[in-house]
């Protein structure tokens, strides 16, 4: 079982990028997937999640309104629309998927994720 991040890349302040999750011998039918960030120096820290049972999302305060989570069920990817990106949004980012369901209140939380993808750098620089 394996995830797959792709699509980062070195974008000027105000681009886009769209990142995708790929799962090989796992199916995002379930659980939360979600995006995790690391920036150089920092700890990792939540972006956004989807509910794969119910579709419900959630983001971290400060990419809220510019980034979009969702799912493609044909492709069994998750996606992560980035749009007005700054400088901050550096990072190697990771998809991360829960094999099984829990509570909404827990899906912020790296800790819940049992696979993890390898990350995709995104740099965000003029």
């Known amino acids: 079982v394996q995830l797959q991040a792709s699509g980062g890349g070195l974008v000027q302040p105000g681009g886009s990028l769209r990142l995708s999750c790929a799962a090989s011998?796992?199916?995002?039918?379930?659980?939360?997937v979600g995006w995790f960030r690391q920036a150089p120096g920092k700890e990792r820290e939540f972006v956004s999640r989807?509910?794969?049972?119910?579709?419900?999302?959630d983001y971290a305060d400060s990419v809220r309104g510019r980034f979009t989570i969702s799912r493609d069920k044909a492709k069994n990817t998750v996606n992560l629309e980035m749009n007005r990106l700054i400088p901050e949004d550096t990072a190697v980012y990771y998809c991360?998927?829960?094999?099984?369901?829990?509570?909404?209140?827990?899906?912020?939380?790296?800790?819940?994720?049992?696979?993890w993808g390898q990350g995709t750098l995104v740099t965000v620089s003029s």
């Open positions: 011998g796992h199916t995002f039918s379930s659980g939360p």
């Open positions: 991360a998927a829960r094999n099984g369901r829990i509570i909404t209140s827990y899906m912020h939380r790296a800790e819940v994720y049992d696979l």
């Open positions: 989807i509910d794969t049972w119910t579709g419900n999302t």
